[in-house]
């Protein structure tokens, strides 16, 4: 999956999220950013700037 989030931002996209819910964790992958930063035990996503108002709600998903 690390490898396709790859190509998508190298094919322009701007925010990609790689939910790992074994670890409980995220990868937040930005085009602006060489690498992605993890994220752990985060209870909710937003698109920030780039996506004003998109939220994801990650208990659902932890709880799997």
Do not use: H
Request: aromatic content about 8%.
């Amino acid at each position: 999956m690390r490898k396709k989030m790859a190509t998508y931002r190298a094919n322009g996209v701007q925010l990609g999220w790689l939910l790992l819910p074994e670890e409980r964790a995220v990868e937040v992958w930005r085009a602006s950013e060489p690498n992605p930063e993890r994220l752990e035990d985060v209870t909710t996503l937003d698109g920030g700037e780039l996506f004003p108002g998109l939220a994801l709600d990650l208990a659902p998903i932890w709880e799997v």
